[in-house]
């Protein structure tokens, strides 16, 4: 299963021939089409009309928001482009209106430590918002956004959350769960890996005490 990107720099006359193309090739794996790049100097309002389209034709969305710019871009890719998925969207929790929004919709967010560290969005991964959204009742997942780049691999992801944010593993639990419920797969098949994991960890499945 692929998800197309579109960078914001990109000419919206060349994105739309890259979704329709998409919206095009459902049937031979691609789900989804993502938005990112530049959020900090270039506008998204361009791709909206865009992406709508491809959600009308039954295309998953996830827009990278909220990154290097204000949770504004997070309000704005929930309510205009009608995203599934937010990549990053770290600021989120410098608007209360886009957390109520967020947690209302179940938009999950796509955060990535190792990356936000790498890119400076973050000064280090103890101050990361991570946990603070979680708190606050987002639907959060743990990704590694770019793993050539950054040298990683999803297990390290989740230590680090761990070591480093002192994370429980329950909560790693509930963030896996939330994965399995925000990726672009039937519920046939979301069921499949919920049973799977239960199988296999059952020693996370307990709430703390």
């Known amino acids: 299963r692929l998800i197309v990107s579109i960078n914001r720099h990109e000419n919206p006359v060349m994105a739309a021939q890259v979704a329709t193309l998409a919206c095009e090739r459902q049937k031979n794996g691609i789900v989804g089409l993502d938005l990112a790049g530049n959020e900090a100097e270039y506008s998204a309002a361009p791709f ?31 309510e205009q482009f009608g995203a599934d998925r937010i990549g990053h ?23 990535c430590l190792t990356s936000n560290q790498h890119s400076g969005a973050v000064s280090s991964i103890n101050k990361h918002p991570f946990l603070k959204m979680l708190d606050q009742g987002l639907n959060v997942t743990l990704n590694t956004d770019d793993p050539s780049i950054s040298q990683i691999n999803l297990s390290d992801e989740y230590t680090l959350a761990l070591s480093e944010l002192g994370m429980s593993y329950y909560t790693l639990r509930q963030c896996i769960m939330n994965s399995v419920h925000a990726a672009f797969i039937s519920e046939d098949e979301k069921q499949k890996l919920i049973q799977s994991f239960e199988k296999k960890m059952p020693s996370l499945l307990k709430a703390p005490k």
């Open 48 to 78: 909206i009309k865009i992406f709508n389209n491809a959600k009308k034709y039954g295309m998953h969305i996830t827009i990278h928001a909220g990154e290097w710019n204000s949770a504004d871009n997070i309000i704005q890719a929930i």
């Open 89 to 111: 969207g770290i600021r989120v929790l410098d608007s209360p209106s886009a957390v109520t929004l967020a947690r209302q919709q179940g938009v999950a967010f796509e955060v």
